[in-house]
């Protein structure tokens, strides 16, 4: 049985963080070609993924962009691939990979330590539709 996210590209977010799950929301409304597919840092699936890459399993302040059997990239890098990803005007912002990618993590780590206060903490609830996307909500 082939899974449902096979040949998607997979975004791992830490499922109890509002910021985190307004940029879900964001990608998800941007998403018209279907090509992503979200799962929580802390689901089952989530920390399989973590496990078996060796990765921590207990704090969840790095963002995961998967493509299975081709590559995953972390922090600032999985953003700008995202962007790429959806395309279009997005791609723009791809200019950032000129940023060293040390430097570009730098900024995602001061962003993730002040996440919490950066968002509104209203939980996302997705509509039906966007419910298919998540792998182990």
Not at 53 to 70: H, M
Request: proline share 2%; hydrophobic share 40%.
């Amino acid at each position: 049985m082939r899974e449902k996210w096979e040949g998607k590209h997979i975004v791992f977010f830490d499922g109890d963080c509002g910021f985190c799950n307004f940029w879900v929301q964001w990608i998800l409304e941007r998403d018209k070609n279907d090509r992503f597919m979200f799962a929580s840092l802390q689901s089952d699936f989530g920390q399989k993924f973590l496990s078996e890459r060796g990765l921590e399993t207990k704090v969840f302040n790095t963002l995961y962009l998967w493509k299975p059997g081709q590559y995953y990239f972390t922090k600032s890098r999985a953003v700008l691939q995202i962007t790429t990803v959806l395309g279009g005007v997005y791609t723009l912002l791809t200019a950032g990979k000129i940023i060293p990618g040390f430097l570009g993590d730098l900024i995602y780590d001061l962003i993730s330590r002040n996440r919490m206060n950066l968002a509104n903490q209203k939980c996302f609830l997705p509509d039906r539709e966007q419910n298919k996307k998540f792998i182990e909500v």
